[in-house]
């Protein structure tokens, strides 16, 4: 499996997290279909308890222990964040309508911040767009947490989050997160895209097992070299590999693409890059993912028409977030 840079407290359920959480209209649409809107936050801040001059010790006193929280994401900055997050109880099964609220603070306890309210977005897709891959899994997630989550300092920091579950206050685990973190790092919102070239069906002789591992293949997603558009057209690019993701997001990830595409503009490209060399854990991971400097799978980047990352979504995320972001290029 990919290295992911969490710290030593959260391992255990970002291995949980990763290995539970996954994350219309008509093709050829010149102008695509409006995004659905954001959904609505599950609770209000005023629905629990203010961060500020408290300590998450006195947070998790406001109610009883409650499930895990298991993080899909790695990989944070200063400043404003996507947290996706599952939830699950002590049978391993994912929790869902829950009202949540996430709290960070210093590595200590104090200087707690929040609450971060999270909304809850859907992974499902259209029949005509569930995989096989995705289909025969029976731990895949329908929907995953969401939080926009700000640090105010790069470092380590702490986390927790309360939830308002059948009527009761219950505390998630605290666990150790690393903000800011040195040595190589994906692109950013903001950054150039990096160029490389990602292979096509014309490439391997029109045989879409060599370059994608879902079930059915997605032979229309590597139809495109990234280098040849780059610069020119917004390209949503997903790096995944639905057979052998350590995570069991891939699957989910590349249908969602698949059912966006469907109803996207006709100039926006869409490319599905594999993890692994000739599709084999052993032979580790593609030149294009290197280059990326991914350390984690699946990752999906819309970048704009003058080759910038204008958003990245690392693990889950569901089709409306997709779909919002590819509008602010794709208009």
């Given at each position: 499996?990919?290295?992911?840079?969490?710290e030593?407290?959260a391992?255990?359920f970002?291995?949980?997290?990763?290995?539970?959480?996954a994350g219309?209209g008509?093709?050829?649409?010149?102008?695509g279909?409006?995004?659905?809107p954001?959904p609505?936050p599950?609770?209000?801040p005023?629905?629990?308890?203010k961060?500020?001059?408290?300590t998450l010790?006195?947070?998790?006193?406001?109610?009883?222990e409650?499930?895990v929280?298991a993080?899909?994401v790695s990989?944070?900055?200063?400043?404003?964040?996507?947290y996706?997050?599952?939830?699950?109880?002590?049978?391993r099964?994912q929790?869902?309508?829950a009202?949540?609220a996430?709290y960070?603070?210093r590595?200590?306890?104090?200087g707690v911040?929040?609450?971060?309210?999270?909304?809850s977005?859907?992974?499902?897709?259209?029949?005509?767009?569930?995989?096989?891959?995705t289909?025969?899994d029976?731990?895949?997630?329908k929907?995953?947490?969401?939080?926009?989550?700000?640090f105010?300092?790069?470092?380590?920091?702490?986390?927790?989050?309360l939830?308002?579950l059948?009527?009761?206050?219950?505390?998630?685990?605290a666990?150790?997160?690393l903000?800011?973190?040195t040595?190589p790092?994906?692109?950013?919102?903001?950054?150039?895209?990096i160029?490389?070239k990602?292979l096509?069906?014309a490439?391997?002789?029109g045989d879409?097992?060599?370059?994608?591992?879902r079930?059915p293949?997605?032979d229309d997603?590597?139809q495109?070299?990234?280098?040849?558009?780059l610069?020119?057209?917004?390209?949503?690019?997903?790096?995944?590999?639905?057979l052998?993701?350590q995570?069991r997001?891939?699957?989910?990830?590349?249908?969602?693409?698949?059912?966006?595409k469907?109803?996207?503009p006709?100039?926006?490209a869409?490319?599905?890059?594999?993890?692994?060399?000739?599709?084999?854990?052993?032979?580790g991971?593609?030149?294009?993912?290197?280059a990326?400097?991914l350390q984690?799978e699946?990752?999906t980047f819309v970048?704009?028409?003058?080759?910038?990352v204008?958003?990245r979504?690392?693990?889950?995320?569901?089709?409306?977030?997709?779909?919002r972001?590819?509008?602010?290029?794709a208009?």
């Open positions: 499996m990919l290295r992911r840079g969490t030593a407290l391992t255990l970002v291995l949980l997290a990763v290995a539970l959480l219309c008509s093709s050829g649409d010149s102008g279909t409006a995004p659905p954001q609505r599950t609770a209000r005023a629905d629990f308890p961060g500020r001059g408290t010790g006195a947070l998790q006193q406001k109610g009883g409650g499930p929280l993080p899909s990989v944070l900055e200063k400043g404003r964040n996507r996706g997050f599952a939830l699950f109880d002590t049978a099964k929790v869902t309508g009202q949540v996430v960070t603070a590595i200590d306890g104090t911040r929040g609450p971060f309210i999270a909304r977005e859907s992974l499902g897709v259209q029949p005509q767009f569930e995989s096989r891959t289909a025969v029976p731990d895949a997630a929907s995953v947490y969401v939080a926009d989550v700000r105010a300092s790069k470092g380590k920091h702490a986390m927790m989050a939830v308002r059948d009527g009761r206050m219950l505390h998630t685990n666990f150790g997160a903000v800011g973190a040595g790092q994906p692109p950013r919102p903001g950054d150039k895209a160029k490389v990602t096509t069906l490439d391997v002789g879409a097992a060599k370059i994608s591992t079930t293949a997605d997603l590597p495109t070299n990234f280098a040849d558009v610069g020119k057209r917004p390209v949503v690019l997903t790096f995944a590999t639905p052998l993701c995570s997001v891939c699957g989910p990830v590349v249908d969602i693409v698949e059912q966006v469907a109803s996207a006709k100039d926006v869409f490319i599905h890059q594999e993890i692994y060399k000739d599709n084999k854990v052993s032979e991971v593609r030149p294009q993912v290197a990326w400097r984690s699946p990752w970048i704009d028409r003058s080759g910038r204008a958003t979504f690392e693990g889950a995320f569901s089709a409306g977030e997709l779909q972001a590819l509008a602010k290029v208009s």
